[in-house]
């Protein structure tokens, strides 16, 4: 994974409107980042391989970055990325991580479900 180009990972988004995708959605703010001096209780939202059909997509903010979503009933936003990539299997995968370089949110985009 590299840092995130606004204009590269917008283009993404743009090629994958009006299809059929499977969406992995994840963010904590523990399982990752439990090591840490805090050592709060984590906060964790993990989604995988929910089917969507985005009608719209855009990515917006100076960075850390905020991806949304529009879907027929509503909207997918995941806010704090920092990274991405397009893999061998043509997934989008965008990422945010902490300081450290812990895991703190991910929203990956594919055609085909994500391996288990």
């Given at each position: ?20 995708l ?15 001096p ?33 879907l ?45």
């Open positions: 994974m590299g840092p995130i180009d606004p204009q590269t990972v917008q283009v993404e988004l743009e090629r994958r409107v009006g299809r059929d499977f969406m992995h959605l994840e963010t904590t703010t523990g399982s990752y980042t439990l090591l840490g805090e050592k709060r209780p984590p906060v964790i939202a993990f989604v995988r391989n929910a089917p969507i059909h985005p009608e719209r997509g855009s990515i917006t903010g100076p960075g850390p970055y905020r991806v949304g979503l529009k027929p009933g509503g909207w997918v936003y995941a806010e704090g990325l920092t990274d991405f990539e397009v893999s061998v299997r043509d997934e989008l995968l965008l990422a945010g991580h902490d300081a450290e370089g812990n895991l703190t949110i991910a929203l990956q985009l594919s055609t085909q479900p994500f391996r288990e």
